[in-house]
């Protein structure tokens, strides 16, 4: 044998370039792929936090809100079962229609 170097034929160095640039594309890929999947849930969670918000800006302003002027009648003490009055106002701060189905009359339980 000589100690002359072999020689590759350029079939052998076309191959393996070859398989050098795929596992160059390959790699690249998979550097990749954390950022396309944590770019997706980022765009996911815009997405739903933007459906979130149109759907609480539609629903507040299309729905009704009930105010009234004090939030505490105090009677002081009254003998139980007897009939009193109270007045207070009620007023609808919000866009929609307020419809108001409880019943006029109200009744106590003593302690309350």
């Known amino acids: 044998m000589s ?5 590759k034929t350029q079939a ?3 191959e393996r370039a070859r398989a050098r640039h ?7 890929v998979t ?9 997706a849930v980022v ?3 815009v997405v ?8 609480q800006t539609t629903a507040g ?6 105010q009234v002027d004090r939030e505490q009648i105090d009677f002081g003490n009254q003998i139980f079962d007897q009939p ?7 007023t609808n701060v919000g866009a929609g229609a307020l419809k108001l189905d409880v019943p006029r009359v109200v009744t106590a339980l003593e302690g309350c």
Do not use: H, K, Y
């Open 3 to 7: 100690n002359l170097p072999i020689r």
């Open 22 to 28: 795929q596992a160059e594309q390959r790699n690249l």
């Open 12 to 14: 052998r160095v076309d």
């Open 48 to 55: 739903v936090a933007i459906i979130f918000t149109t759907n």
């Open 84 to 90: 009193v009055r109270a007045t207070f106002t009620v």
């Open 61 to 66: 302003t299309a729905s009704a809100r009930l």
């Open 43 to 45: 765009l996911f969670i």
């Open 31 to 39: 550097r990749s792929l954390p950022f396309v999947i944590g770019a």
